[in-house]
């Protein structure tokens, strides 16, 4: 091998590192898409789970996910935070808890 051919692989290599294409992207790779929607699904079923705690559950399923990250695809998907999230009850939920009760309550009005 020549000094010509090491530069020839020298100036290829940083030829191609400073192209400018568009096949690299700057900063870091999104998150997929099937990982945020498993995020949003865990927000939504536990809504007095914060962001610790899903990433907990997260690390469970093998996955390694940022707090930051989780409080970004909950922001995305306009999910408020678990506070406010388990303060607000939606009437589905509210209907599926109490649907006992309110099929055993007599609704006529009475006559006394």
């Not at 090491?6 to 290599?13: D, G, M, N, P, V």
């Not at 096949?23 to 914060?50: C, F, I, Q, Y």
Request: aromatic share 8%; glycine share 8%.
């Amino acid at each position: 091998m020549t000094p010509d051919t090491i530069l020839r692989w020298y100036r290829r290599l940083v030829a191609t590192k400073y192209d400018g294409s568009t096949k690299r992207r700057h900063g870091r790779p999104s998150t997929k898409p099937d990982l945020a929607a498993l995020v949003a699904h865990m927000a939504n079923e536990n809504p007095t789970w914060g962001y610790t705690r899903i990433r907990g559950a997260l690390q469970h399923l093998g996955h390694d996910v940022a707090r930051n990250t989780i409080k970004a695809i909950l922001k995305n998907h306009g999910i408020e935070p678990a506070p406010e999230r388990g303060k607000k009850t939606c009437w589905k939920t509210f209907l599926a808890v109490h649907w006992d009760g309110l099929a055993a309550a007599d609704f006529s009005p009475s006559r006394c």
